[in-house]
């Protein structure tokens, strides 16, 4: 009996200590935790697979840090691509959709509406393609023998020769014929810039490979290679020419493109925002209506009474002296990670703290970016030895200790550095690039750390209200031009009068507002995408389901998507095949 006994302890001890060894695994595993095989497998392939062929067909394409970038051009790689994200989107139709996980299930809605977003694209892309294709007869010239130098086939030199010569006495012609046309539309020229571009690598990667090494291609080629290359550049020069730019309707000089409420609708359903333009100019209205309650405060207490300009101009005039900025995005960054690390919010790994850097601004760029940016490293605008008296002011107060520092968390942790260091380690075959997750989850940390009491003073919560005012300002201005109702001129009248900018500072906005290539949503993607955060927060922290750690590490560990799909994940909500957006997240704070 008593043996039977240490055998029954010593296998009860064993299997308690199985227990623990599983439960330690099943730990570790959570921390690196994959959700199926399927999705995952499916979209690195599909990564690597686009990465592939755009190296392959789209000779000299390179994009930001190393990555392949699609320029197009050539038709044989259009066909290509299509081909590819129908080969893929055939793959998605034979998974079982019901029988995946959350997480999976929103990789798959995510993936499958990008690739059919792609095909519509390419579709529309075709069009303006065929419109412009008179321009370009002599490409097979150019694009055959690409094709020849892939698997290294020698080409007749005296017929290349003869061939990439009758491009430049066709170029002078088309030349001539292209100024004598009326203006092109901006889509036009912008696809026929493309083609050149591509035109140019490929008749490059030929030259390059064959130049040097083959003594008749040597002997033939060389001048005429150059010719042609002069010939394409020139050609630029004439398409750059004929664009439509527009005339600035009215003294700001800006020219944009307004893209219309349909169009804003369309990329509102893309992007998983079930709310109409107006409903959104609405309701930042309402939002911008508390900010101004809690400014009237803050002036108050610095005994300004109601003139809050007044308050706001004390705020601007802390400025801190010509090289000392540096320094004060420093003390800024530290008073940061010391909150967020105190009121144990969020993981903060030591590496990224440890690896985030500086760098100062050009006067160039301050012109269309009047405060400082983030990502790897923190970009500082602040006034060089270039500025005139009046732009050296104007950064200054822009910049003032106060503003920034509802900012540099903002651009550094837990914001955009954060952002950046976990997705390049976590989740990394899914990358649903949003600006309503990029800036969203960066804006919600100002939101988060007013709740939180971070603002040490009313100088600290005007230096946060202005850039909450800021961020309802972007969604009415952004609309309602886009909506065809303001002019630039108003969107500048509107940030100086209602926000207090500095009036070069609100041009600078303005003019990367809608000629600095942003989307139409990025604007208002930095309010409402931190109001989706704030949301949830509300639903599962404040409810006491998870604690402020456990919520932001998972999310931060879950990669870039839209937000409402990483809801729809952390609360186990239904995910259909064909999901939209329903999710009526906006709450404004009340007065």
Not at 31 to 55: I, Q
Not at 240 to 246: L, S
Not at 568 to 587: E, H, L, P, R, V
Request: aromatic share 12%; hydrophobic share 35%; with cysteine.
């Amino acid at each position: 009996m008593r043996n039977k006994k240490i055998v029954w302890i010593a296998s009860a001890i064993l299997f308690m200590g199985s227990i623990s060894m599983r439960l330690n695994a099943q730990a570790k595993q959570e921390a690196l935790y994959v959700p199926c095989e399927e999705m995952p497998d499916l979209m690195t392939k599909y990564n690597a697979d686009y990465g592939s062929l755009v190296r392959f067909y789209a000779p000299g394409a390179r994009g930001f840090w190393g990555r392949t970038n699609d320029p197009g051009g050539s038709p044989e790689r259009r066909a290509r691509m299509t081909k590819l994200r129908n080969d893929y989107l055939a793959k998605l139709e034979k998974l079982d959709f019901n029988s995946l996980p959350q997480e999976c299930k929103a990789d798959y809605v995510l993936f499958k509406r990008d690739l059919e977003m792609e095909n519509a694209e390419a579709k529309e892309q075709e069009v303006v393609y065929q419109k412009i294709k008179k321009w370009f007869p002599f490409s097979n010239n150019i694009y055959s023998y690409l094709e020849l130098r892939r698997r290294g086939h020698q080409p007749d030199a005296t017929k290349m020769a003869k061939e990439w010569n009758d491009v430049v006495v066709q170029l002078k012609t088309l030349k001539t014929q292209l100024e004598e046309t009326t203006t092109l539309a901006k889509d036009e020229v912008e696809e026929a810039l493309l083609v050149i571009t591509d035109l140019k690598n490929s008749a490059e990667n030929v030259y390059s490979f064959y130049n040097g090494y083959d003594p008749l291609f040597t002997w033939w080629m060389p001048t005429v290679y150059e010719e042609m290359d002069k010939s394409f550049d020139e050609y630029v020069k004439t398409f750059n020419n004929k664009v439509d730019k527009g005339k600035p309707v009215d003294e700001s000089g800006i020219v944009g493109n307004p893209v219309g409420r349909e169009e804003l609708m369309k990329q509102l359903e893309y992007e998983m925002i079930d709310y109409t333009p107006e409903e959104l100019i609405k309701l930042a209205n309402e939002e911008f209506a508390w900010c101004d309650a809690e400014l009237l405060k803050a002036s108050q207490e610095m005994g300004f009474g109601n003139d809050w300009q007044a308050a706001q101009e004390k705020v601007k005039n802390a400025y801190v002296e010509p090289g000392k900025q540096p320094e004060l995005i420093l003390r800024l960054y530290t008073e940061a990670v010391d909150f967020l690390k105190k009121n144990d919010l969020i993981t903060l790994p030591p590496l990224a703290e440890e690896v985030w850097g500086m760098g100062m601004m050009s006067p160039e760029r301050q012109l269309v970016n009047p405060f400082f940016t983030g990502g790897s490293s923190i970009s500082i605008s602040y006034p060089t030895d270039a500025m005139t008296y009046e732009q050296r002011m104007m950064s200054m107060r822009g910049n003032n200790p106060h503003f920034s520092m509802a900012t540099v968390h903002h651009e550094l942790l837990a914001g955009h550095n954060l952002q950046g260091f976990m997705n390049s380690r976590h989740r990394t075959y899914r990358n649903f690039g949003t600006p309503f997750w990029t800036e969203g989850w960066a804006l919600y940390w100002e939101l988060l750390l007013w709740d939180k009491g971070f603002p040490q003073g009313p100088e600290d919560r005007i230096g946060m209200l202005f850039w909450h005012m800021h961020r309802c300002a972007r969604i009415i201005f952004s609309l309602n031009y886009h909506l065809g109702k303001w002019t630039p001129q108003e969107c500048i009248d509107f940030l100086v009068d209602r926000v207090g900018h500095e009036r070069a500072n609100a041009e600078g906005e303005v003019r990367r507002s809608f000629v600095g290539n942003y989307p139409p949503l990025y604007q208002l993607a930095y309010l409402t995408g931190g109001r989706q955060f704030y949301a949830l927060h509300k639903e599962l922290v404040d409810s006491g389901k998870m604690t402020n750690k456990e919520f932001h590490d998972r999310i931060i560990t879950m990669n870039a998507m839209p937000v409402e799909m990483i809801k729809a994940i952390m609360t186990d909500q239904k995910i259909s095949k064909n999901y939209k957006a329903k999710w009526k997240f906006y709450d404004p704070p009340k007065q």
